[in-house]
């Protein structure tokens, strides 16, 4: 039998990745990734649901957002590929108590991008303090 798209990802991930951690467990799984030749980090999602939001996104270059490196469906069923993102979560930096001017321009340029995608209709799922990364060293 010939495999779909989707299932040539999925092997692809399965074969050429190695799993450094399961992020989270919830209609699917999210796990931190590393490819093996390259060592580069990435997230990878697999769930069951729609996948319009990350299918727009791909073509989106936005330095406050995650790139998404390769989306594929199959009967329900999403699978993708995103860049990972080093840094502290919001919730993280305001329990720290003052921010610099640095961090809050940051913060500042963060949303900008959010707002101005999920304007455009591209959405912004999950927008919290736990689900918005600070860039910080790689």
Not at 23 to 47: C, E, P, Q, W
Not at 73 to 86: C, F, I, P, R, S
């Amino acid at each position: 039998r010939n495999m779909n798209i989707y299932e040539v990802f999925w092997g692809a991930v399965h074969s050429e990745y190695d799993v450094l951690m399961l992020i989270k467990k919830v209609n699917g799984a999210s796990s931190l990734v590393r490819h093996r030749d390259s060592g580069t980090r990435y997230i990878f999602r697999h769930f069951y649901g729609n996948s319009e939001v990350y299918q727009k996104l791909l073509n989106v270059s936005c330095p406050n957002l995650p790139q998404i490196m390769e989306v594929e469906k199959n009967d329900g069923k999403t699978a993708l590929l995103e860049e990972y993102v080093q840094g502290d979560t919001l919730r993280e930096i305001l329990e720290g108590g003052l921010l610099t001017t640095a961090e809050s321009k940051q913060i500042e340029d963060s949303f900008v991008c959010i707002v101005g995608i999920s304007f455009y209709g591209y959405g912004a799922q999950d927008v919290k303090p736990d689900n918005v990364i600070i860039r910080g060293k790689e």
